[in-house]
């Protein structure tokens, strides 16, 4: 999986794509999961049709098989050296209060790591926590990133605040700010 994902952040960023891992992947590198189920990409939405290009280029596009829980612009599926890669552009997440919009672009991107000597953009735990809580059956990724944000500090406060101008369900909201209050009572000590 890691070869193929090294593969693909070479293809991405000979063309300058502005994208990062997120999920599975992401949480893997932070040691919260030992085996991520495939690799999935966030695109900033000015790039998805040069990304669908270098991706369909190397990999076979699937059929997407639309969800209720998602009104994501772009969410397109291939397999690549047999790995699953999920590809979103405009992630829109359904929830009984409306619709969450995630605005993936670079300023999304804060760290990187390097997989083969190739440059991998990441996403941020902080982004996750808040996606992971509208999204089914996550709460035991919400717990995880929960208590790995509490024990080892929130480095992007700014991305929980930013989350807050969303349409968030008020459950949420009011998670995103117990979080970010504990963050500042620490600071003050």
């Known amino acids: 999986m890691f070869n193929t994902l090294s593969y693909i952040a070479e293809k991405l960023n000979k063309e300058k794509v502005v994208w990062a891992v997120g999920a599975s992947l992401l949480l893997n590198h932070y040691g919260l999961v030992d085996k991520p189920n495939d690799i999935d990409i966030l695109i900033d939405l000015n790039d998805i049709e040069k990304a669908d290009i270098i991706l369909k280029s190397i990999g076979e596009k699937k059929v997407y098989e639309k969800s209720d829980t998602y009104s994501t612009k ?3 599926e291939y397999i690549i050296n047999g790995i699953d890669i999920d590809v979103m552009a405009g992630l829109s997440i359904n929830h009984n209060e409306g619709i969450y919009k995630y605005n993936f672009d670079s300023n999304s991107i804060l760290q990187s790591t390097k997989i083969n000597g190739i440059h991998i953009p990441l996403t941020s735990l902080e982004d996750w926590y808040v996606l992971y809580q509208i999204i089914p059956n ?3 990724k919400v717990t995880m990133i ?3 944000l509490l024990s080892n500090g ?5 991305l929980l605040k930013k989350a807050l101008k969303g349409n968030l369900p008020s459950n949420v909201r009011d998670n995103v700010n117990r979080l970010l209050s504990s963050h500042s009572s620490s600071n003050r000590n």
């Open 74 to 76: 772009y969410f397109y």
């Open 138 to 140: 996550r709460e035991n």
């Open 154 to 158: 929130i480095n992007q406060p700014n």
């Open 146 to 148: 929960k208590n790995y």
